[in-house]
Nanobody
Framework: QVQLVETGGGLVQTGDSLRLSCTAS????????LAWFRQAPGKEREFVAA?????????YYAASVKDRFVISRDNAKNTMYLLMTSLKPEDTAVYYC?????????????????WGQGTQVTVSS
């Protein structure tokens, strides 16, 4: 059983940066594709970014965050990161990390078996 714990959320201002972390326990972290999703109040959960498992793995981003967010992983620390820059009020949401035993990251939440509890990110204008 894989357990995921997100940290790093908080309240920031427009234009600020923030780095989220997702630490995993159980399973074989290095073989899992990983992803970040987010859910804003009153909205459905949406894809943010995904990272495949292989070294130099392919990354995928939602159009709304491309060129502002960077997803990465440190297999030695069983940790995934999401560096968020140039934050906007519309980035306000609960951010969830997810993992799957598949090697290729995908943008569909149904493809992920394990989820963290979420961390709140609030961007004030």
């Amino acid at each position: 059983q894989v357990q995921l714990v997100e940290t790093g959320g908080g309240l920031v201002q427009t234009g600020d940066s923030l780095r989220l972390s997702c630490t995993a326990s159980g399973g074989t972290f290095s073989t899992y594709a990983l992803a970040w999703f987010r859910q804003a109040p009153g909205k459905e959960r949406e894809f943010v970014a995904a990272l495949s498992s292989w070294s130099g793995g392919s990354t995928y981003y939602a159009a709304s965050v491309k060129d502002r967010f960077v997803i990465s992983r440190d297999n030695a620390k069983n940790t995934m990161y999401l560096l968020m820059t140039s934050l906007k009020p519309e980035d306000t949401a609960v951010y969830y990390c997810a993992s799957t035993s598949m090697s290729r990251g995908i943008a569909t939440d149904s493809g992920y078996s394990y989820w963290g509890q979420g961390t709140q990110v609030t961007v004030s204008s």
